[in-house]
């Protein structure tokens, strides 16, 4: 027996494909709405990308330094300067501020290294939670993951497949299943929403 044959397969392609295709209408038609305000007037590098992908990249902040940076680097480089002076006859003196200069500039290397994957991390998230629908019909309008029903033990959800609210049974390992009280059901093959989706009402 075909897929297209099964009772799942009817379901696919009758019901859950058209909604899929009208959901993407629905996102390229928004998508083309809001084109024109997406870089809100920022200017992108033309080669930014190129850059990106083969490592030359640095953000502004290592190429340009700010009036205040040049003075912090005077004021180091005279410090450092200083200190040499005195170490300058004492040679274990001298090898031991060689090994705490190194180890300083190995921390701080780490240190910019997380903050630079902090920024990243924050400016995608940013992004992805101003591209996301307002509040309850984000949440009704997406299918669940395996990842988010594992969370939801004894949480009720809304069956897309047999079109009722049922409630999640999920443990920490094991399969999950849902039920409505009357019947088990495996959730593979299953469409489950938070909420029943406003176009299924």
Known sequence: MNFHETKYGHIFYEVQLPRLIKALERIADDLSKSSSSMTGGVTVD???LHDLYFGEYEPSVFTEQSAEQRAFDR????????LQQI??????????FET?????????????????????????NMLAAGLMLPGSKQDAEIPLTTQELRKMDGEQVFCLDMNEDVRVVARKKGFIQITNDKEIHRIVGLTLYRHRPSWCQ
């Not at 004021?75 to 200083?82: C, F, H, L, T, Y």
């Not at 290397?109 to 991390?121: K, N, P």
């Open 46 to 48: 033309p080669n930014f």
């Open 100 to 124: 705490y200069q190194l180890a300083v500039s190995e921390r701080n290397g780490a240190t910019v290294e997380q903050a630079f994957e902090s920024g990243y991390q924050t400016a995608v």
């Open 75 to 82: 004021r180091v480089s005279a410090a450092e300067q200083a």
């Open 87 to 96: 170490f300058a006859g004492i040679p274990a003196a001298a090898a031991a």
